[in-house]
């Protein structure tokens, strides 16, 4: 049973370009969540998406940043226009649809973002 | 506007000593409690877990100990080994909130052998 798989691991992009991150849950997950890690700081939570259902979004920047999770293949958090303040290791986590809310989340190995 | 409060950044252990990670919330909302560790370049594993309806859970070396009344929690490693060198955090969830985590700053532990 894979884990939940996050790529590219590491990716470079100019000031100004777009920024596709992937996430794919474990098998059987429907919930994920999406948190990003400045440097010396934790993780802030940003969106919690359900397939095609944006749950949550109160931790999104109001602008640039936008995330999918569709019926087919895997969420994608988009960041338009990056600048160097979006460098950061963005962390994607998922958990199964379970009425039971006491489960713990799945991280993946996160993408670290270098706008430079 | 921090929910969740790791006042420590560091902790230095001796090997075969005991741990204590310390963590404050602030949102009496919270119900249930975690923490993770996290290496370098990794991303963060579960390592335990308790509801606010208790008030210590312990899993081998890991316990966490909740004071609702203190809103304070705490993780304690006995014994402590150098594998278990790594940045802990603690995670809080509100029962409103689905599964969204608030996370504390983290607190960097060494174990030196």
């Known amino acids: 049973n894979a884990g939940v798989m996050q790529n590219p691991r590491h990716l470079v992009r100019r000031r100004g370009q777009e920024a596709r991150l992937r996430c794919s849950p474990m098998?059987?997950?429907?919930?994920v969540y999406w948190y990003r890690q400045l440097p010396e700081e934790g993780l802030k939570f940003m969106v919690y998406?359900?397939?095609?259902?944006?749950?949550?979004e109160s931790g999104m920047p109001k602008e640039r940043f936008s995330a999918e999770f569709p019926k087919e293949g895997p969420s994608i958090l988009r960041i338009q226009q990056v600048v160097r303040g979006d460098s950061a290791a963005y962390f994607c986590?998922?958990?199964?649809?379970?009425?039971?809310?006491?489960?713990?989340?799945?991280f993946g190995q996160g993408t670290r973002l270098t706008v430079v | 506007d921090q929910q969740v409060k790791q006042n420590s950044p560091s902790l230095s252990v001796q090997e075969g000593r005991i741990s204590i990670l310390n963590c404050d919330y602030t949102?009496?909302?919270?119900?249930?409690f975690l923490w993770y560790k996290k290496y370098p370049a990794e991303g963060p594993t579960f390592l335990i877990s308790?509801?606010?309806?208790?008030d210590k859970n312990e899993d081998g070396r890991f316990t966490v100990f909740l004071n609702k009344s203190a809103k304070h929690l705490s993780l304690h490693i006995v014994p402590s080994q150098p594998g278990d060198s790594a940045v802990y955090f603690c995670?809080?969830?509100?029962?409103?909130?689905?599964?969204?985590?608030?996370f504390g700053q983290g607190t960097e532990l060494s174990v030196k052998p």
């Open positions: 986590a998922s958990s199964p649809q379970t009425g039971n809310r006491r489960t713990e989340a799945f």
């Open positions: 098998k059987g997950h429907s919930h």
């Open positions: 998406l359900q397939k095609e259902n944006i749950i949550d």
């Open positions: 949102n009496s909302m919270f119900d249930y």
């Open positions: 308790i509801s606010s309806i208790k």
């Open positions: 995670a809080a969830k509100s029962y409103n909130q689905g599964g969204k985590l608030i």
